[in-house]
């Protein structure tokens, strides 16, 4: 079984930058939007983990799906982070980024108070009844404390129409490859240091937090393995390696802000409990960013 496929290639998790208040910069987040659609970046994910979903309220949250649907005008599909652990709140929020214009939905599992595989199949299944945009499953079982099994996300995918992908941030390759043969559901990577081997198995792209800085280094290491490339894109991919794992050396996003920050783009800090990184740490990440040039 086959369905129209969101988008192929690297798509960005967006920061959501932030003046030094704590506000959110509106007008950055629209410089963004349109430095990525330049740069060759194939779908915008905002408000998800990247995007501090958790310490955004309500009212900012829609904001910044607004205004990332409004500026992207249409150039590269815009997907909301609307996932919750609430079903009700949830499915509000699906609607909400409906209206908003946006093209789809990356929804986390139910965190901290997790569920069933059966729960997640109805909490899946109950959104899906709510709002006819493409889904997007998200697995980040060290977040949430939850997994999506493989037999799982082969039936969501099997039985709810409008369910058109999975987001693996998990390093169990294992099952993904399971899920891989016995599903023909678009797998994205959800961790840069794995994008590569995910491709192999048959993934269709990236959720990527480097491609924050290197946004055409992502779309390239896909777009390379698309067209059989496929020497070039892995050694691509192992040129960037250090940078794309020394962005998770503290808790994600906190590094790409401070690597962000460190070349220019003033995006802020992190909201708490998210703090900055220790000096020792953050002055390795700049050493990283050095060695490609990134910054002086």
């Known amino acids: 079984m086959s369905k129209p496929i969101l988008f192929t290639g690297s798509g960005v998790a967006l920061v959501t930058p932030m003046y030094p208040d704590g506000r ?41 799906i607004r205004v990332a649907v409004e500026r992207s005008a249409g150039r590269i599909p815009v997907i909301a982070g609307t996932g919750s652990n609430d079903t009700d709140h949830c499915i509000e929020s699906c609607r909400s980024a409906k209206k908003l214009g946006a093209d789809g939905l990356l929804l986390v599992t139910p965190y901290y108070n997790k ?35 493989p037999d799982t996300a082969a039936k969501l995918y099997r039985e709810v129409d409008t369910v058109v992908g999975i987001k693996q941030a998990s390093p169990d390759l294992a099952a993904t490859g399971y899920l891989a043969s016995i599903s023909e559901i678009p797998i994205y990577s959800g961790n840069d240091d794995l ?16 491609g924050n800085l290197v946004p055409a280094v992502s779309h390239d290491i896909c777009e390379l393995w698309f067209k059989g490339y496929t ?14 794992q020394g962005l998770f050396t503290d808790v994600n996003p906190v590094p790409v802000k401070e ?8 995006v802020g800090e992190c909201r ?8 020792g740490a953050a002055e390795k990440l700049a050493g990283i960013l050095k060695h490609h040039g990134l910054v002086k």
């Open 231 to 244: 020497d070039q894109s892995r050694d691509l991919f192992l040129h960037w390696m250090d940078l794309a």
């Open 272 to 279: 708490l409990p998210l703090y900055p990184m220790e000096e």
């Open 259 to 266: 690597a962000m920050n460190r070349m220019g783009f003033e």
């Open 24 to 64: 959110i910069h509106y007008e950055k987040l629209e410089q963004l939007v349109d430095w990525h659609v330049d740069a060759g970046t194939d779908a915008l994910i905002i408000c998800g983990t990247t995007g501090e979903a958790p310490t955004l309220k309500m009212g900012e949250h829609l904001e910044a």
């Open 115 to 149: 569920t069933s595989q059966r729960g997640l199949i109805a909490h899946y299944e109950a959104v899906a009844a709510a709002t006819d945009l493409p889904l997007i499953l998200y697995n980040v079982p060290s977040r949430t404390g939850l997994d999506i099994k």
């Open 195 to 210: 994008t590569v081997p995910i491709l192999s198995l048959g993934g269709v792209g990236v959720i990527t937090v480097l």
